[in-house]
């Protein structure tokens, strides 16, 4: 490409990606596995708009949140409405909920759902402005059990992927009833530190002192190393909440660390907050987390329903995975002359329908260069259609991994690939 036309190429956004189709191969594999996992614990999917009202993410994300006060992609549309591409998506699983009444469906509900989200961030290794989330929300669950169950679910996901050196943060945020004593106190102790703190964080000092907890800056972070800590001020209910949760967790096996700082950066928390983070990984080391929100569907005008989710990084939940593709494999057709090449149209489109994927290539070409071309595509299987071919009805078949050769009809050749195919995928999955 010349410098002129670099200059005249379009890039993609700064902070978004294109996932090319090897890289896309390992993300279906996640993406199933992920699927697969949530259906085992009843999850069903729910597809709710990229686009949203402004207003849901200001009201459930929190207006004192970092999400909401400086990374959300908003818009005016041309009907004059703001609009945002949503950074997250339980407020989007909330409004649906309202809005179709899925309150009235058996109890407890749950959604699972796979897709892209925007934040207006710095992107760096592990962040971007378009990421993607697998999340999973349960509502009409008071049970600190669910709580549990999913983190024992995501711990499933991360083993069948192949994520390794993960450790579970918890911790519980209180509620209502608790958490203005402890703001309180909060907002005291931050008042004496104020001047040590970024202008950013002495500005929720007023607002919302929890915030301070999220800041990454180490003079904040040391600041608030001296706050009062919530466990301090949680409400008998809260505290029961917490100890039953761990208990479950501990039927699990599952081993976690008690984090009294870990308040999240979302607002809408109460009790049960977690992490799941990766020792080792730099600053972004978070590839999951989540919690309870017990008023959120309330809060909105909706029915006192309960929730409590999680919501894993897609993308950084890649970088530490140690899932290999396995690549694709495709019979290729040598033919010769137009006869065969109507031929091997018809003999594609049948093996097709029987499951095996194919590779046409149309131009006429001798047999050496069919193969150098089948070699280069890396096609698994040469079926040889020529003339003498086509008058016996009986077709060549190499197998370009084992260098076998085999003779019969396309049916047998046919049953010949997929026997072949299935021993080899069922060696793969068992190395
Ligand atoms: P969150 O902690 O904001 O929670 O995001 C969940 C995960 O999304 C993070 O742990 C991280 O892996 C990934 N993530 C977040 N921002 C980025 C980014 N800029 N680039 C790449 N990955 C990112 C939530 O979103 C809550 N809705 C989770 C939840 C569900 N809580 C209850 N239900």
Redo the contacts with the bound molecule.
């Keep these: 490409m010349s410098r002129e036309q670099k200059q005249q190429a379009i890039s993609s956004i700064k902070g978004t990606r294109d996932i090319l189709p090897e890289e896309a191969r390992l993300w279906q594999m996640v993406e199933e596995s992920a699927r697969k996992i949530f259906e085992l614990y009843g999850f069903r999917e729910l597809r709710a708009p990229i686009i949203e009202p402004t207003e849901l993410f200001e009201k459930g994300t929190g207006a004192s949140s970092d999400i909401v006060t400086k990374e959300m992609y908003t818009f005016t549309d041309k009907g004059g409405r703001s609009v945002t591409l949503r950074p ?3 407020p989007s699983v909330v409004r649906a909920i309202i809005e179709h009444r899925l309150d009235l469906q058996p109890q407890p509900l749950r959604f699972y759902y796979i897709g892209p989200m925007f ?1 207006y ?1 710095r992107p760096q290794k ?3 402005r378009q ?1 993607h ?1 697998l ?1 999973v ?1 349960v509502f009409g669950e008071k049970d600190p059990a669910v709580d549990a169950e999913i983190i024992e679910m995501a711990h499933r996901l991360l083993q069948a992927v192949g994520v390794e050196g993960v450790t579970i943060l918890v911790n519980s945020v209180g509620c209502p009833t608790c958490r203005p004593a402890y703001g309180q106190a909060l907002r005291e102790a931050a008042a004496r530190v104020k001047d040590r703190l970024c202008p950013d964080c002495q500005r929720k000092v007023e607002i919302n002192p929890l915030r301070i907890f999220d800041c990454k800056l180490e003079n904040c972070q040391a600041a608030a190393r001296t706050f009062p800590l919530i466990n301090d001020f949680l409400c008998e209910d809260c505290r029961e909440h917490f100890r039953q949760f761990l208990i479950y967790l501990d039927l699990y096996h599952l081993s976690y660390k008690i984090e009294p700082t870990l308040v ?3 607002d809408y928390y109460t009790k049960t907050t977690f992490e799941l983070v990766v020792e080792n990984f730099g600053a972004q080391n ?6 309870r ?1 017990d008023n959120m569907v309330k809060e909105f005008g909706g029915p006192d329903l309960c929730g409590t ?5 897609l ?2 939940l890649l970088l530490v995975s140690k899932i290999e593709a396995i690549p694709q494999s495709y019979a290729y057709f040598a033919h010769r002359g137009e006869q065969a090449k109507q031929a091997s149209l018809l003999a594609a489109s049948y093996f097709r329908s029987c499951g095996i994927p194919c590779l046409l290539e149309f131009k006429e070409r001798s047999l050496k260069s069919h193969f150098s071309r089948a070699n280069k595509i890396a096609a698994t299987w040469v079926v040889i259609i020529g003339e003498d071919e086509l008058a016996a009805g009986e077709f060549q078949l190499k197998d370009m991994l084992r260098s076998k050769q085999y003779k019969g009809s396309l049916e047998q050749l046919a049953r010949i690939i997929i026997d072949k195919e299935s021993s080899r995928k069922s060696a793969l999955s068992k190395e």
Excluded at 309 to 313: K, S
């Design positions: 997250e998506y339980t934040r961030d592990g962040r971007y990421f989330q999340d929300e999240r950066g979302l978070a590839i999951g987390g989540g919690g929100y989710g999680l919501a894993i990084g993308e950084r």
